[in-house]
Structure formats: C-alpha cells, structure tokens
Nanobody, 121 residues
C-alpha cells in the first residue's frame, strides 16, 4: 500500500516561489509515473505537472515556464518548484502516481492530505 505525504506549502506574495515535496512510502516508486495536482473548493482536481519514471515531464499550459517537477529515486520523493506564483495558483496541492490512458494522464491510488498554497495579491 502506498502512502503519500505532501509538504512545503505556505503563504507567498504574488510573484513569489515555493518548493513542494512529496514523500512516497511504499513499493515500486522507480517504476511509477508521478504527478502533482491541485484543487480549489468547488472545482475538480487538476494536473499541474507530471513526470514519468524515466524523467520525462509534462505540464499544462498554465504551468509551463513557471513550474518544474523533479524526482529523486533514492529518496523516493517528488518535488514541485513553483515560481512567479499568481493568486489563481492558490489551492491544495497533492501528489499521486499517474498513468497514461492513451489520451490523458489520470491519477491512481489514494490521495494524501495535500499541502495548502496561498498567494496574496
């Protein structure tokens, strides 16, 4: 069974940066694709960055050039560096393993508690 523990959220000003971390507790981390998601109340959870087990990355348009996902196989962690944060980036951020359906990335497994990101304008 996999347990995910997110950390690193906080309060920043517009234009500021945060680095989120996800600890993966379980087996087979090095063979899993991983992703970061975010959710605001009343909206669906959305993917903000993905990284394959081989290190290839994927970002939706709103994250390109601002967010960077990385992984450390030895420490079984996934990081999300977020720069130039905007008020609309405020959300609870989660990580999860992901899989490709042929047309999109989808999460798999249970969610952790997430980490709150707040951006002041």
């Amino acid at each position: 069974q996999v347990q995910l523990v997110e950390s690193g959220g906080g309060l920043v000003q517009t234009g500021g940066s945060l680095s989120l971390s996800c600890e993966f507790h379980g087996r087979d981390f090095i063979t899993r694709h991983m992703g970061w998601y975010r959710q605001v109340p009343g909206k669906e959870r959305e993917l903000v960055a993905g990284i394959t087990y081989g290190g290839s990355t994927h970002y939706p348009d709103f994250a390109k050039g601002r967010f960077t996902i990385s992984r450390d196989g030895a420490r079984k962690t996934v990081r999300l560096q977020m720069n130039n944060l905007r008020p609309e980036d405020a959300a609870v951020y989660y990580c999860n393993s992901i899989r490709w359906t042929g047309s999109s990335w989808v999460p798999e497994g249970s969610w952790g508690q997430g980490t709150q990101v707040t951006v002041n304008s």
